[in-house]
């Protein structure tokens, strides 16, 4: 349905108007647009903010810095409580079941052992420190923390080339790379029958 008197009204004032005030064309250009600046009553106010400084302190950091800063807690420490912990601690760590790894340290040529949770090889990420030159070697990483995907020793060695021989000593998995596998103390116990 037209409208008449709608259509001879913009007709009408289309005429009255000079033709520099009346656009012929009905679409702009983008920049056209942009740059037009809306009227100060139409101008929406943004929220003011508080502008926010950076201070370049470490708080409650391993600095050696003595500042006098509080705690992270406020638990007191007390010796003899931390013995008992500890004690605790030492307890449970012998009762779970773990590995020994004995390796030698690449960049350094140091051989050292290290004992590890099954359960932090199997579920978590394990990292061992060499104590000579103090690296982190990684061992296991199933968090995707140093790789991307689920990662075992046998993985990480098989990437660089190397192959390691898995065995069984009474119930036990071992790993060696030479054949040869060791009892705890140190004595060897037998060599070369190992699984790969």
């Not at 139409?42 to 470490?58: E, F, N």
């Not at 949770?117 to 199997?122: I, L, R």
Request: overall charge positive; proline content about 5%; aromatic content about 6%.
């Amino acid at each position: 349905m037209r409208l008449p008197s709608l259509s001879y009204g913009l007709r009408a004032l289309n005429t009255s108007l000079p033709r520099t005030a009346i656009s012929r064309t009905t679409t702009r250009p983008f920049s056209q647009l942009i740059n037009r600046l809306p009227s100060s009553s139409t101008q929406l106010q943004k929220p003011q903010r508080p502008a926010i400084t950076y201070h370049a302190l470490r708080f409650n950091s391993s600095s050696s810095s003595s500042t006098g800063q509080s705690p992270l807690t406020d638990r007191q420490t007390d010796a003899q409580s931390d013995a008992q912990h500890e004690e605790q601690n030492r307890l449970r760590r012998e009762q779970e079941p773990a590995y020994q790894i004995t390796f030698t340290c690449k960049p350094c040529g140091e051989r050292s052992s290290h004992r590890m949770s099954k359960h932090g090889y199997h579920k978590g990420t394990v990292l061992i420190r060499c104590p000579s030159c103090h690296n982190r070697h990684v061992i296991a990483d199933h968090l995707n923390i140093f790789f991307d995907k689920k990662t075992t020793l046998e993985d990480i060695m098989e990437k660089q080339g190397d192959k390691v021989t898995r065995g069984y000593l009474e119930g036990d998995m071992e790993f060696w790379d030479d054949g040869v596998a060791f009892k705890r103390d140190g004595q060897k116990e037998k060599s070369g029958d190992g699984q790969s």
